[in-house]
């Protein structure tokens, strides 16, 4: 059983999600989909098609890093994506893909991410949280590219937060704030619910209470398996298994 000792979930009144591959699995809607439109260079499920996948995620994780840091960069995740998909076939390992891939295919491949799968848990474990605690996207994504993922897997949020509206990126602790000030609660009644390690202590770092949910695509193996409870030595207040856990608990918390 998932020790709360520590996390007085009746003090929770809005829960933030990132949301992709916390929310949406990226890794093999973007696998598969590059498999099916390379016209035959990738095979389905091959590691060519899941190297393609996790560099262009890469990619994406060191743009961030620099903004978030105060450096310059694209703030918009589409142009990110576009920008960071066009570097990549020109370089030697993807430059076959580049021949093939006009403006049409390289467009196609970017709205991709519009419309990622969810996991197995999301939606139901979303749908009985929303009945206990405001449920919010707070993602790097931009608003355009959240609103049709919402639209497209029936996520049932009650609000969307795009870092762009911010002028930053995840983990700028000013994200995690304005969040927090459009909510209009203090950062202790707010938990970050996230299936990566650097967003959950960017979301401690303004108070905000953290929630881990390991996904097997996100974070090192390691990183996952030893993620504990801070009463346990710990980083996060509460790590749980999926968000149908997360949403009993909370659920179990209100009626206690």
Not at 30 to 52: C, E
Not at 93 to 105: N, V
Not at 195 to 201: E, R
Request: glycine content about 6%; some cysteine.
């Amino acid at each position: 059983m998932t020790n709360t000792e520590d996390l007085n979930l009746r003090e929770i009144d809005a829960c933030l999600f990132d949301v992709f591959g916390t929310v949406l699995d990226w890794h093999s809607t973007v696998t598969r989909q590059v498999s099916i439109l390379s016209k035959g260079l990738l095979l389905k499920g091959s590691q060519d098609a899941i190297d393609f996948a996790e560099e262009w995620r890469a990619g994406y994780f060191a743009h961030i890093k620099v903004v978030a840091q105060g450096g310059e960069g694209i703030l918009n995740m589409d142009l990110m994506h576009r920008e960071i998909l066009d570097n990549m076939l020109t370089t030697p390992r993807w430059s076959r893909l580049g021949e093939i891939w006009g403006e049409s295919d390289r467009e196609e491949l970017t709205m991709i991410w519009h419309n990622l799968n969810v996991y197995q848990d999301t939606i139901p474990g979303l749908t009985e949280l929303k009945n206990h605690v405001y449920i919010l996207a707070l993602s790097n994504g931009n608003l355009r590219l959240l609103l049709d993922s919402a639209k497209n897997q029936d996520l049932p949020w009650d609000g969307i937060f795009s870092a762009e509206m911010f002028g930053s990126y995840k983990p700028d602790k000013k994200v995690y704030q304005s969040a927090a000030y459009h909510l209009s609660l203090p950062p202790h009644k707010i938990a970050m619910v996230t299936a990566h390690k650097w967003d959950l202590i960017g979301a401690a770092s303004f108070g905000f209470k953290t929630i881990y949910v390991p996904r097997p695509t996100e974070d090192p193996r390691d990183v996952r398996e030893n993620m504990r409870n801070k009463k346990d030595g710990g980083e996060a207040d509460l790590v749980v298994q999926d968000f149908q856990e997360l949403a009993r608990l909370i659920r179990e918390a209100r009626q206690s």
